[in-house]
């Protein structure tokens, strides 16, 4: 065993470590303590209270090491002390919890089960495991619920509930998890109906939820594109509403609180796939608004059935139309305000055939490597009612846009917020794109007059944009500009496939955005865009003065 592969037990602030590097140990404050069993002595009869004491076994003994260990292994030569020891110096209020611990035949061991429910009901261990009906054997051996394929909602969010008060780890095995039944129920900003939710984290206790799946890799026959999987069934798909006054999630916090990020929550979510099985009803995937810190990393929300593929089956192959969503069907709704002085950070995520693939709202939100694939809107900004964000920063660097049928669309912040798109970039093929058509670029929702009074909408987000834009052909073209017509005057924007510095015939053939600046090698000037309309790019000489 490697020394970094060492493993410390911590009881009661003592430390017991397992260390390749070091057969003995040696330390005043346990006089007498050379081997594994002296030393789990010494913790158990002085009670364990401060020190932070250590002690290291020999995982490779010797003959005549004394902290030589059964072919077992270090952990199963321990087990039978560590469990007694654990046991008996729990304090009244406590709660441990004992998986693989319960060898020796002492009454003193606890079952898992008896562990989670002791006393209080607070619970020590800070990981629950969940294997899916499809689980490889292994994994299922190793499991607190296993689930049988039909309303797996349930053994989920009894994993949920088990650390609502401590927070911690919730592992999901490798394989596909069915969601039958929405038995949670929200409020929410944006509408005052009923909003169901399939999976859901207790608001208001200040933990930190950690959600992984597992990057165990299925065989080609299974459904899941990677190595843990999250449905909605068919049959719940089918009996969900269509009303205005109903909305739906797969996974969602309970609200809290009427300001702020509110539900007083943090989760990281990582390595999860989540499925529906169409884009025809007003369902998000993964909805985090109210949660105070969100990281979500390696995850992928769908909305087209198993096995459909969108490029091929629809728009190439058969000539028709990839179907358009419906309006309120989300792929991940972000934090939507202050998420206390933290960030919202999203890294290598992908949504696919959404009305909105990323609904965006919040201060600090932090986005890298994440793509958009055949949505209406591939990402909004302030797109909802409750936009607390005051002027916190948006940035999304080397993040992507394919074939959605309308650009980013900014609409709501309630003070001037800028947003930064850096390495932007853009697949433009109407074939593969929701109705097989371009509908808009980039827009701003502009000035509105309600009630008498002017209200500002997008007109007051800032930012600055480098993109660059590929149309059908797969070639990267100079002359698709990034927003609307008569749109983006307030960010700064440039089509990086620019040159800084051109000729002037070179910069004429250029469709730029409002604002953009390039020198004129010609005429030894700075130009700046002006305006742009379907016949063209309006550019203006500023006046320049040589040194």
Known sequence: MKNEDRRPYRINGKDIVVDADNANYTNASMEGVETVADALDYLKENGGGGGGESVTVDAVPTENSTNAVSSGGVYDAINDKLSEVIVNSLDPGDVAVIDDVTTGGSTNVLSAEQGKKLNTGKQARMEIFVAASDAPSWQKAGADYICDGTNDEVEIQNAINFLQNTGGRIRLSAGNFYIDSLPNTRADDDFSGNYKVGLMIPAGNGVEYIIEGDTFLLTKSKKSACGTCVWMSDTLYDSLSDADNERYALFAPSLYGSGQAGSLVSLQMRNLSFRLPWNGKKITCLDT???????????????????????????????????????????????????????????NVLVQGFYEGFNLAGEHIVGINMATIGNYYGYTFGNRNYTGISCHTMTLINCSDEQSACGPRFVKCNQYQDVHLIGWNEERDPLGMPGKTRVQNATVKPLEVVNNQTIKWGTIFRGTITYAIMKANWVSDVNEPFWEAGHGENFVTRNSLHKNAASWSEIQGYKGDLGEIIYDTTNNRLVVCTAVSASGTTWRAIATTSV
């Not at 969108?310 to 192959?317: G, L, M, Q, T, V």
């Open 289 to 347: 608004h109210r949660i105070s810190r969100v990281t979500l990393q390696y995850i992928t929300c769908r909305g087209f059935r198993e096995g459909y593929n969108p490029n091929w089956d629809f728009s190439r192959e058969t000539g028709q139309p990839i179907p358009m969503p419906v309006e309120h069907c989300i792929g991940i709704r972000s934090v939507g305000g202050g998420n206390w002085g933290t960030c919202a950070d999203y890294k």
